[in-house]
């Protein structure tokens, strides 16, 4: 009976050691996947019917054991897809202080360049991390987030805080309405909004979804955030069980479009993507990294991926990320 305890035991520990050198060494680094999803946008011009955004969330940069590998690749697909866009939902960098945030920053410029001297409009937004906030009861960094701004900045990216701007001209004009961070509390959803006719075509990008909230009905179509990691740490085959619902109150919270009851008001859609660094813990399992490609159409929803958004949240988001 002791000898069995112990082969069990053993066993158990095998296991162990196996998941956690495939959730730190393989998983995050070497198994990237391009989501490719049909985003609906009302009134949109015909000039960008069947256009292409891409998108990429939380780099993390700086955190032992980080992502590095994978963010180089995302950026170099990107570089190859060439879309009319290029989304970056922000925590650019990971336990950033003063003392450390150059030395980051540098990092995430290098990794970010190719992007910009492609010639791809690329726009951003701020995550918690980029104000140096681990959690939402934390102070703000001194330093940091204005280190993170003037890095993006030099390198050509465009930094949206609660502001809007105009892609195109004439009558094939589409607005970007960006949110800063929501730890900070600093994301306000209606000045963000100012200036958007209230018919206009938009596209709404924000770093943590309950920035989502905040927007009154049907003035944010087509939104997209990041923050939540994707839960990092999934149960195969129950997406809704992971690492995140277990430490996080408030619920669960996967990828994909928000499909939840009350989460939004009517006529917004949000889609969560898993991003590409980790928070906590180095360690993917069952949440490949994400880079996230959307065709723009103007029909309304109907037959496509409009129709096929797996759950991805519950009023509350909390937590540490």
Known sequence: MK???VRIGLGVLVVFVILAVYGVFIEPRY???V????AHVPALPASWEGQRIAVLADFQIGMALGNERAMREAVADVVRLRPAVVLLLGDFVFDAEADDVASKM???????RPLTQAGLPTFAVLGNHDYGLNTPADELEPGVVEAVV???????VTMLSNEAVRLGSGESVLYLVGVDSHWA???RPLVALKGVPPEAPRLVLMHNPDSFLEFPPDSAPFAVAGHTHGGQIRIPFLPHWSWRSLAVKGGSQTDGWIVVP????????LYVSRGIGMSTVPMRINCTPELTVFTLRRDAPGSSDATERPAAARRGQGGRR
């Open 185 to 187: 509390q600093r994301d």
């Open 35 to 38: 989501e490719r999803r049909v």
């Open 3 to 5: 000898r069995k305890l």
């Open 31 to 33: 198994l990237l996947q």
């Open 150 to 156: 003037a890095g993006l900045r030099s390198i050509g």
């Open 262 to 269: 009350g989460f939004g008001e009517p006529g917004n859609h």
């Open 106 to 112: 540098e990092r995430v410029e290098e990794l970010l």
